[in-house]
């Protein structure tokens, strides 16, 4: 072993987590649908139409409770979802319940040609600025998706410096933010 040449350790992996922040622009629109039914059936009521108030009031309550029960459980995904990139690799891991299993995926950073970034939808854009980072790594093909990320061209440009070296120029569209490509 020559005593010039320093002993490589493996740098720490960049690790980001999804960001919750992105069920409130998922969940925004049904979450007022519901309430302008309810608003609409107290109404109805008010105006004499009782029985017909009732019947909207119940699915204006169990449709309610879906929502709920979908935003909880996608809320458990996307808080126990993170993504680490080591040296080599790129590496997802997510789980809805521990007990229940992890998905993981991996993706060899030799093989990521090109990193777009794309917003969730323009709730998540004007509001809470969580957003997707899509790895390109044959052709035109997407193998790795990061999700709910916030922030995403911040998480965009830290993966080109660690995988690339250099940071791409940020091409018009791509910017997920109100402020537009910068």
Not at 18 to 25: D, K, M
Not at 26 to 55: C, K, M, N, W
Not at 92 to 120: D, P, R
């Amino acid at each position: 072993m020559d005593a010039d040449k320093p002993v490589q350790t493996p740098s720490e992996p960049l690790v980001v987590r999804s960001s919750p922040r992105a069920l409130l622009g998922r969940f925004a629109l049904p979450a007022a649908t519901v309430i302008l039914f309810a608003i609409g059936a107290l109404y109805l009521r008010q105006i004499g139409s009782e029985r017909f108030a009732d019947v909207l009031l119940a699915a204006v309550g169990l449709f309610a409770v879906g929502i709920a029960l979908r935003a909880f459980l996608v809320g458990l995904r996307i808080r126990n979802t993170e993504y680490a990139v080591y040296d080599t690799q790129l590496q997802e891991s997510s789980y809805l319940l521990k007990f229940l299993g992890a998905k993981n995926n991996t993706v060899k950073l030799s093989e990521v040609n090109q990193i777009k970034c794309y917003s969730n939808g323009w709730l998540d854009v004007w509001f809470f600025n969580c957003g997707k980072i899509q790895m390109v790594t044959s052709g035109d093909q997407v193998d790795f998706l990061m999700e709910n990320v916030h922030d995403p061209m911040k998480v965009k440009d830290q993966l080109e410096q660690r995988i690339f070296g250099e940071v791409a120029s940020n091409e018009e569209g791509l910017r997920a933010g109100p402020s537009g490509a910068s």
